[in-house]
């Protein structure tokens, strides 16, 4: 089992809209609920996933999946 951090995908969603979080080569990558893609640092994902964690924002839910061959990700919203 691969356990680097281009084997997930995190996806943060509410009843309204959901973004997805993977790693690539070059570093992170954030899809928009419309669909654009923008790279992130490592910080701005924890400033996305940790508050949904810790129970501050209510209504959003955290889905992580693991793949063990990035190219086989499913980066559909």
């Known amino acids: 089992m691969i356990l680097t951090n281009e084997s997930y995908v995190i996806r943060i969603c509410t009843k309204s809209f959901t973004e997805l979080y993977?790693?690539?080569?070059?570093?992170?990558?954030?899809?928009?609920?419309?669909?654009?893609?923008?790279?992130?640092?490592?910080?701005?994902?924890?400033?996305?996933?940790?508050?949904?964690?810790?129970?501050?924002?209510?209504?959003?839910?955290?889905?992580?999946?693991?793949y063990d061959d990035p190219e086989e990700r499913n980066l559909q919203l």
């Open 22 to 66: 993977y790693r690539e080569k070059d570093g992170w990558m954030k899809v928009s609920s419309r669909g654009n893609v923008f790279p992130a640092t490592a910080e701005q994902v924890l400033n996305h996933v940790l508050p949904a964690l810790a129970g501050i924002k209510l209504g959003v839910t955290i889905e992580v999946e693991h």
